[in-house]
């Protein structure tokens, strides 16, 4: 008995390294919807090691936010946004992501587990009335992935949760 417990505690040991240093896989995110420009202007927060993790998978090679120039990053961080958060029309056709920037996120910046928050704007392919997302950021990785959405139009909010199961919603949006 005392064998199996050395090496169940040896192999947690050798085995932390590689383990997800998070159990909660969430994103949140804030959309607003601009009647004028007829874009979605959105904030999300991700945890760092889960979008290096897919920077890295994606590009085959290692990419980090502190040891990356930020504009390769960031073009690696566009090209993940544009295969996993897409805004589409009724017809399929999907709208640009135009990058805005990002911003680390002070309260989590010394903590095992920082955030960092992916600001860009998504021009609408087409009538508001007929828009869908697709929000799968992280569901490659993780099954248990939650990316809740909360979308503003004008004085109405709605609160939305994308799941590996429902990866894509319809979006309540006025013209």
């Known amino acids: 008995m005392r064998r199996n417990n050395l090496i169940a505690i040896l192999a947690a040991v050798v085995l932390a390294p590689w383990l997800h240093a998070h159990s909660l896989h969430q994103s949140t995110a804030e959309a607003e919807y601009n009647v004028k420009t007829r874009k979605l202007e959105v904030s999300l927060t991700v945890f760092i090691n889960d979008l290096e993790l897919a920077l890295i998978r994606q590009c085959e090679r290692e990419i980090r936010i ?12 566009r090209a993940y946004l544009a295969r996993t958060f897409v805004v589409r029309d009724a017809a ?14 002070a309260a ?24 869908r997302l697709k929000h799968a950021i992280f ?13 503003r139009d ?22």
């Open 154 to 175: 004008g004085a109405r909010r709605t609160g939305l949760r994308f799941t590996s199961s429902q990866p894509e919603l319809k979006l309540e949006i006025s013209g």
């Open 66 to 77: 502190d040891k990356t120039p930020a504009a390769e990053f960031d073009t690696q961080t």
């Open 139 to 151: 569901h490659d990785f993780f099954k248990d992935q939650v990316n809740l959405l909360l979308l």
């Open 108 to 131: 989590s910046a010394k903590s095992e587990d920082p955030a960092v928050t992916l600001f860009f704007e998504v021009a609408l392919p087409g009538s508001p009335a007929d828009i």
């Open 92 to 105: 399929g056709k999907a709208g640009r992501i135009a990058w805005v920037g990002r911003e680390l996120d």
